[in-house]
């Protein structure tokens, strides 16, 4: 054996141990695979992933010590479906019982934890869990979140309700790794969510400083780490007996200096890294000898080698019944690998990528929960189940889920290679193109499917003269079980329309010369939709004169008053000419002076604060030998963020649906061309409705200059000492408090926002909400700021080579809500303005602009039940997820068991219900308060519901049967509290996430 010689200096250099304790080191082969980031998910699996599945199981079936964890789906799965031999899939299955090959995690990707929105982290956490629950029998325990850049408080609590036992993380700030390290406080029992509290606690495993890799500084590791990847089987000895890579092999001490960091003897030595095992027969082979040899010189060592899986390790710990500390509801984020290294730049990484990202999902989920109503009621209707399913499950020959993969930490993050963005939107448009096919397959639907008491008197048409008009039907589905009433708007080619609902009604609209498309209109037009509910609206656009008819007066034709352009130069006394916009809730203030906002007062508790807002931008390096850059990950600000205007000009249009105001801001005095704008639309009309309260903006913004980052600055004369609250993944919030640092503060003090963020003082509450996920900071009282996008090159070798700069030339607009009043009001409603804004109407126009022909038939609504939730609970999703396992776990294992590789069938009759509590214990007196629904009747508009179970997270455990390790705690022994359901009652606690099978008649 040729490692020998190398052996004999390894027992010479390493000291005796004197420890009375053994140390125990648990070698975890695994082999991290980034489901895109520098190479495509196809040319990963050509390059290595296809060839770690084949080669780690034949490795594994060769030598009995062998294992292995296996961690993304997205890769094991094609390797199954597309390359794995019936020789391979019966090892797998082998391996599996042996415990020798263990699934971890379980979802499709390693999710991203602080862009991500909560929804997506379940959805691909469900697929994965589906497609291992009905292929194996097999569900997952343990999580390896050794990747996402800073870890939330939000993921714990969704492994605790998958059913996990144990969590493991490692991206965390070095100051804190170091201090949690020195004083062995890298474990902890972690209480994710402030109300759930010991209900979803959960062991955490926090990698220490070596991370997920094997050490690659050791001298021995110079070129190939402990992982002989790719090294052909070494070659004869040199003369002289020393290898050119080998001088002083230090497992041994590196084992021991681990142990030091923990309370246990117990070491988890990661055996990997990113792209490894490709050629596992060399890194097993090689590592059998070093492990072997360790063991038969063990009592000298005073360490024992094993290879492990991270479940034998949990286990071992979790042995020990040692008490652990407790961790509440905070998380490790922002995330630094040093002072000048502060992970907050890709928060705001490719804006585009981040807002078609949760586009495509909202889409997802209101094509799911239409199709969901649709399947049962028509379940053998003109729209085919299984071609339905397709769409929203699509397929490239194999179960590869569009819309889920891009939650992969450089995913969602956008800090892929351009190549690697591309891949994930074209992936993304073909998800949202089969969600578009199938809603517009179901809102198409022949009137024949009409129930006898849908059918609607005759429309009293026309309401326009008949002959000079054109018409279009607008078909608009609410996809939140709650009712809404909104605007919504539609691009249209013509300067006058009429609107009305399916009862031939006219509704309140208004038209205006469009903001962004200036030789098009933009038509707004109030909704009233029930939960889960859609409506047929019809547009005439009268080609001639309106004249006088009722209809017509209807629509509200809204001119737009133009300001002169102001300069900055020329600003004197600000604040002196004001000028009101205002609605039911607000008075807004523009300051004609300037043309930017002045002040905001919430009529309701009149009360005013002075808000400006502002572009500006960051000025960023790209020269490495020049300072610190901003990069994909990495944010580094030289200074503050500077005006980026020297001049502005407005547009107010005065409306009766909605009051715009449209902001252009100019780069240079006298620029022809705007460089930024902002719209920012007040809705009136909406007496008494919660509408009013939504101050929309949208950005336009890009192409940027290269080495800018463009932040939209709101200061306001709030007292919040740049206190911050953002939220986590949209499910809880978290207090920022301002941080001074040595160095580079402004980066440090930058916080993911997913869904909702907040500045207040004692007396206002400002909320912005977002659709897409941003970078956000409050760097000065009363001021929030947030980027909305960053253009980047540097001269990083590492940077240039994998093409990792962030040269994004794109254009991107976002939208923001802002919501305003005190801290008590915007309490109450905001977690819930969040959600409509995430799930607006879907508005799809059915055909072109036409003549009007003979009547058409009678309006269609075919499900003209409502579907209602109460406005704390949310309906997060209602699908039919499609695995055929049996829900009882018994039965699954002998379904398996007895049924070899037989082909899966559809399961089309089990409908997956999940519902969250919106707010935390003691947020709102009202409706921080448990709920009770009966689920019987919550879906009466959808079907007759027979039977009920209550699921874990993901659908896998019933409930009932799902035990967690306990760990004890220096606050004592938590305990799981399980809620039942008994005639369809469910009591849903503050922060409860609740999954249901529901089977109708
Ligand atoms: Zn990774």
């Known amino acids: 054996m040729f490692l020998f010689f190398f052996f004999v200096l390894l027992l010479m250099t390493t000291s005796e141990n004197d420890a009375a304790e053994r140390i125990q080191a648990f070698v975890i082969p695994h082999s991290h695979m980034d489901v895109g980031w520098v190479y495509t998910v196809k040319e990963s699996m050509h390059a290595y992933a296809s060839n770690v599945y084949s080669s780690v199981v034949e490795e594994l079936s060769r030598v009995k010590s062998r294992k292995f964890i296996a961690v993304e789906q997205e890769f094991f799965r094609l390797w199954w479906v597309n390359v794995a031999s019936d020789w391979h899939k019966k090892q797998v299955k082998q391996l599996l019982q042996e415990g020798r090959l263990e699934f971890i995690i379980g979802g499709q990707v390693m999710h991203d934890e602080a862009v991500t929105d909560v929804d997506d982290a379940i959805l691909q956490l469900t697929e994965g869990h589906g497609f291992l629950y009905e292929t194996f029998g097999v569900r997952p325990r343990f999580s390896w979140h050794v990747d996402p850049f800073g870890a939330s408080a939000t993921t714990p609590v969704l492994f605790a309700l998958a059913g996990f036992n144990a969590h493991l993380i490692s991206r965390i700030d070095y100051d804190l790794k170091d201090v949690m390290q020195k004083n062995k406080k890298l474990q902890f029992v972690w209480r994710g969510s402030a109300s759930l509290l010991e209900k979803q606690e959960i062991f955490t495993h926090t990698m220490d400083q070596f991370s997920y890799c094997t050490p690659s500084y050791l001298p021995f590791s110079n070129r190939s780490g402990f992982y002989w990847n790719g090294v052909a089987l070494f070659p004869d000895p040199p003369k002289d007996g020393i290898y050119p890579n080998m001088s002083l092999p230090t497992m041994v001490d590196n084992i021991k200096q681990r142990a030091q960091w923990f309370k246990t003897s117990h070491v988890l030595w990661p055996w990997g890294c990113d792209k490894q095992f490709y050629n596992a027969s060399v890194q097993f082979m090689n590592m059998d000898v070093m492990v072997n040899y360790i063991n038969t010189h063990s009592d000298k060592y005073g360490v024992a080698v094993q290879y492990a899986t991270l479940g034998d390790y949990f286990q071992a710990v979790h042995q020990t019944n040692l008490s652990w500390d407790v961790r509440g509801s905070k998380d490790f984020l922002p995330y630094s690998t040093e002072s000048f290294q502060a992970w907050t730049g890709f928060y705001g990484s490719r804006d585009v990528l981040k807002g078609i990202a949760r586009r495509a999902s909202s889409l997802l989920h209101a094509a799911e929960s239409l199709f969901t109503r649709y399947s049962i009621s028509y379940p053998d209707g003109p729209v085919p189940r299984e071609w339905a399913l397709e769409k929203l499950k699509p397929c490239v020959g194999l179960s590869q889920r569009y819309i889920l993969s891009v939650q992969h930490h450089d995913g969602i993050t956008g800090t892929e290679s351009p190549k690697v963005a591309d891949m994930y939107m074209q992936h993304l448009m073909q998800g949202m193109m089969g969600a578009e096919e199938l809603l ?258 949208s950005y336009k913004v890009g192409p940027l200059e290269v080495n800018r980052e463009t932040v939209f600055r709101t200061s306001t004369s709030l007292q919040n000492n740049r206190t911050l609250f953002t939220d986590n993944n949209g499910y809880q919030m978290m207090r920022r408090t301002y941080k001074n640092f040595v160095n580079n503060t402004v980066a440090r003090n930058y916080y993911p926002v997913v869904r909702a963020a907040y500045i207040e003082d004692d007396s206002c509450r400002v909320a912005f909400l977002t659709e897409r996920a941003h970078g956000v900071a409050s760097l000065s009282q009363g001021q929030f700021e947030v980027m909305l996008h960053r253009c980047l090159w540097n001269n990083q070798e590492w940077n240039l080579g994998y093409n990792l700069t962030l040269n994004d030339s794109s254009v991107v607009r976002p939208i923001l809500w802002m919501i305003l009043g005190s801290p008590a009001a915007v309490s109450s409603i905001y977690q819930q303005e969040a959600l409509e804004l995430q799930h607006r109407p879907v508005v799809m126009p059915i055909d072109k602009p036409q003549k009007l022909w003979i009547q058409k038939g009678k309006s269609i609504q075919p499900f003209d039940q409502p579907v209602v939730l109460p406005q704390n609970l949310h309906m997060q999703t209602l699908s039919i997820p499609g695995w055929n396992y049996s829900p009882n776990h018994t039965r699954q294992l002998q379904n398996l068991g007895s049924g070899g590789d037989k082909h899966f069938k559809i399961n089309f009759d089990r409908i997956l219900l999940r519902v969250t509590h919106l707010y935390e214990e003691g947020e709102d007196p009202v409706l921080s308060k448990p709920t009770t629904i009966n689920l019987k009747e919550v879906m009466q508009g959808i079907g007759e519901v027979t039977k009920v179970m209550e699921r874990s997270l993901t659908g896998t455990w019933d409930i009932s049967d799902l035990q967690r390790w306990s760990w004890k705690t220096n606050t004592g022994v938590g305990k799981t509290v399980s809620g039942m359901t008994k005639d369809f009652n469910v009591t849903i606690f503050p922060k409860e996430i609740r999954t249901f099978f529901i089977y109708f008649k």
């Open 440 to 697: 517009a397959a179901i809102f198409l639907l022949p009137h024949s499917l009409e129930h006898s008491n849908n059918i609607h008197p005759p429309q009293t048409r026309p309401i326009v003269e008949k002959k000079d008009v054109l018409e279009q039907h607008v078909i608009v589905y609410n996809p939140l079980a709650w009712n809404i009433s909104s605007y919504i708007n539609v691009s249209v080619s013509y300067a006058m329309a009429v609107v009305l609902d399916d009862d031939g009604k006219p509704v309140p609209a208004q038209i205006q010369q469009s903001a962004t498309n200036s030789s098009g209109y933009d038509l707004f037009f109030v909704v009233e939709l029930g939960g889960l509910q859609y409506r047929k609206y019809l547009v005439q656009f009268p080609q001639s004169h309106c004249g006088s008819g009722s209809a017509c007066r209807k629509t509200h034709v809204a001119r737009i008053v133009k300001f002169k352009r102001k300069y900055l130069s020329h600003w004197k006394s600000t604040g002196r000419k004001l000028l009101p916009v205002l609605n039911e809730c607000y008075k807004l203030m523009f300051d004609q002076e300037t043309n930017l906002l002045h002040s905001i007062t919430d009529r309701h508790e009149k009360r005013s604060i002075l808000v400006q807002q502002d572009f500006c931008e960051y000025e960023a390096n790209g020269d490495v030998n020049a300072g610190p850059i901003s990069d994909n990950y990495i944010f580094t600000a030289n200074g503050s963020a500077v005006l980026a205007y020297k001049s502005v000009a407005m547009e107010i249009v005065p409306g009766k649906v909605v009051s715009e105001i449209r902001q252009y801001f100019y780069r240079n005095e006298d620029d022809k061309n705007h460089t930024y704008s902002v719209v920012t639309r007040v809705p009136v009309g909406f007496q008494g409705k919660l509408a009013c309260h939504r101050l929309e903006q």
